[in-house]
């Protein structure tokens, strides 16, 4: 049987997006300041417009520190309590999180069921926020309803991290995914590029009803001169939410939709494609025509995002082409997410030196 | 929008009652005594009805210095692991306990969905209490039956903490609510008040079906000398279950029963008021005379109580009322959890100088 | 009231097989030997097939410390994540691992909810394995399904422990019943033992359809020197699956099926018995005849096993008989866990030396 040779062999890394050398040649393209991170320290992360492009940059140049040196982590988060609050249901985003600040030395609390929950009784988004003030340090959030975060927000003394708030937003995923592209070309954070060193991306989806889509596009008009297009393949006529593409385009971000991909693809740098748009309670899958697989006219150093779990949209016979970025994004989630927890928590300190 | 502004600002402690003063104050009006604590070492803490006033007293004192004294804590639990057991499910009382074990420096195994259980599939208790004995050093257990932890007590080698057994009793609550009263006026632990210098008590529910009230009413009878009278307000002809009131008598406390809350609100120190009481399976809410709001004729000084979740008895528009110590009462229930804690697993010389 | 004389009492060990002179009489039957426990490196444990009889012994000795000396834990797995992925529900085993990892001081995230899973939305396993590679060190996967997790092996970078995959086996189960039966007899391990000091095994159960029988019988064929017969008792015809008892024969096991438990019970040394036995996604009980009681012909010093839970296959009142092994058997698998999970994690140096 295949599986007895593969239980003779000792486990190793099985490609170069997983080593050390992409994430240390990241940080060492990026002058250390500590300052920007500094002003996280108890600070509520809700929406990516939070954030500017030093404090982006200098996250990245932590979680690439972290990422390549293992034994930078003193465990600075020792006797923190993580609230890790899923009121909708995502194994892998949770277990992201809650990787993050373990590899961190914090203590966790998981709230994975959310018919056992006050919430589910009528308690108070205000009331929760109460509890949760008394129990731990930090809270992770990820709820259904777009406004829930933010009803929790007077009422909190603790900070709180959205980890996908409805159709809303989803910050750090979208933190990840520039982490991966800034991974793979560390001078495209160099602001002077010509119009030729600059990437096309495409992204595949719904920008008014995919968090993951709304939050990316956010943090991409923060670092608009890397950025030749922005490409917004959908087979929807009015993809946007009210107001979203003006405030884009007020950001010096270049914007087009587009609806074929296949037409597409042949000038794109870096592909995004999602699962699934929301449209109220209900999901829609993407159209058959949006799909990614070996047989897709990409360009040959292109890479593939994805944010995962994926259905029939991207094919699995992409995993083992050079295309595959999806998974190298999916592992440095978590260190982007330490680099931010470590901020927030004002521990930053025993990793960088402060003034 | 509101929420951005809140975003920009440094999140800080909203009021006194969550500041180290008060507790601090509670720690210097008792004498330190290790010894009522050392008794408890390696015990279950199955009733309100074990502990005697000398060894509250101590608990409330270590609780204060926890509370009020953050560097004390060395993580005297680190290497023991806590059974957090609710067949019941509550985040709230789940969380409180699993913070104070987290913050002891413990690590937690919780079960929290009670379908998935040996429980579910007709396992014994004894069987359920063998199991717990070989994987942690202490239980946390909550059960809807009243017999359920007495039936585990035969087979157990570890301790176990009753965190609510249908509707008997659920101590740590109840030592949670004094906790709060002393550190509202250190001075009522004094054995030698003067009538005029003792306080009444309002108890919004129905002792006989209640167990936070059922454990508050035992352990107030504890400190008689500090309450003038308690006065149960409920709508129900015989509020006590069998032999209730009889006891409490003999213990010394004061007791009376009346319908009207408006009559007597003027009249009372302290409110408690709980959210439902339980018939059976099923549960009731207090009926719609018996709530608080801005609009009751309460004392000036008089603090509420109550042991949350909240129902519409308790109008949020007290929140920001000098009469709001149900929140103080949430925050200090972890620190009486950690003192209580502390001393069951043995640890309590950790923390105090021991004979 | 019985319960209150027992809230007096101290909590102490209840019997022998809890003790620490058993274990530590095993240890030091054996010679320390390292290097079959650093071929455990970082590999896979999915079948009882994969470990010979030198191994199995330096884990029943390494456990046996772990169980004798507590002081022996230095926390050799600080910093390192263990992902507990009970896709099929089981509190007792995951406690059981769960306690273990916490033992030696590393961190967890537990998957315990099937229904909020990604498996549960028709991801693949391929693509869970890939996400558990980025966010734990060790997985412990529970799954009802025989296959799932031989389809996982491609795909992980990280180690994972077979916990029960549907009928198919149960490892480290199996681990923890031999190691109980060497607690009982450390002399077991002398491969020259002559016919009359070898022992007769009785198994009640079906090893075609019961997991932790399959794993069992591979384990004792590994230590044919100690066994002069494995006894099957059962009520079915045929009760191996396709091939399991010739390759059992052909390790050397002396093997013969029974119908009748009173007639084998006389003459067996231990007595393995288990509850249900699984036939598609259902089970059926032992039949009726199939019990063991106070009333059964057992030996005066023969040993009952059972994995646990009970069902009314095994009365209670042989629980406070020296015929119970199963509680002893219980406490055991924490510290067989231990052992295998420190090797496996490659921090089996920080407990022996090694060359």
Redesign the interface.
């Known amino acids: 049987m295949n ?1 007895e040779s ?2 003779q062999k ?5 490609d170069g997006t ?1 080593g050390i050398e992409r994430p240390r040649a990241l940080a060492e393209q990026i002058s250390e300041d500590p300052n920007p991170l500094l002003t996280l ?4 992360v ?2 990516a417009r ?1 954030f500017d492009r030093d404090t982006l940059t200098q996250l990245f140049r932590l979680a690439a520190q972290y990422e390549s040196t293992p034994a930078l ?1 003193h ?1 600075p988060l020792q ?1 923190k ?1 993580l ?1 890790s609050a899923f009121y909708e ?4 985003t949770r ?2 999180f ?2 993050a600040w ?2 961190l ?1 914090g ?7 959310p ?4 919430m589910a ?4 988004l ?2 929760i926020a ?2 949760f ?4 340090d930090v809270i992770v959030l990820r709820n259904n309803q777009n406004d829930s975060v ?1 009803e929790m ?2 009422a ?4 709180i991290v959205n980890a996908g708030n409805g159709i809303d937003e989803h910050p750090t995923q979208a933190m990840a995914d520039l982490y991966t592209i800034f991974k793979w070309h560390p001078n495209l954070l160099d602001t002077s590029l010509a119009e030729a060193e600059r990437i096309r991306i495409g992204i595949i989806g719904v920008p008014g009803r995919m968090r993951t889509v709304r939050s990316l596009l956010i943090l991409l008009s923060k670092f608009a001169s890397a950025i030749s297009e922005v490409v917004i393949i959908s087979d929807e006529d009015q993809p946007f939410s009210e107001g979203q593409e003006t405030e884009l385009l007020a950001a010096g971000l270049s914007i087009r939709v587009a609806r074929s991909l296949n037409t597409e693809l042949p000038a794109l740098d870096v592909v995004y494609i999602n699962a699934i748009a929301w449209v109220g309670d209900s999901f829609e899958a993407m159209g058959s025509e949006l799909r990614l697989s070996q047989r897709s006219p990409l360009k040959p150093d292109a890479i593939i995002l994805h944010p ?4 029939e949209e991207l094919s ?1 016979d992409l995993d083992n082409t050079p295309h595959n970025w999806y ?1 190298a994004q ?2 440095g ?2 260190f982007i997410r330490m680099a931010l927890l470590t901020c927030i928590v004002r521990r930053i300190s025993e990793v960088m030196d402060t003034p």
């Not at 018919?115 to 006050?118: A, I, M, R, Y």
């Not at 995962?308 to 259905?311: D, E, S």
């Open positions: 599986w593969q239980l000792p486990l190793s890394p099985k997983a320290s108890n600070r509520h809700v929406s939070q982590m465990l006797g309590i609230i249901p995502s194994t892998r277990l992201s809650e990787s373990h590899r030395g203590d966790i609390m998981s709230i994975t069921d018919k056992s929950t006050g009784k009528g308690e108070s205000a009331d109460e509890m003030n008394n129990y731990g933010y927000l007077d909190l003394r603790i900070p995962l779990a994926r259905g699995t998974f999916a592992r989630a978590v």
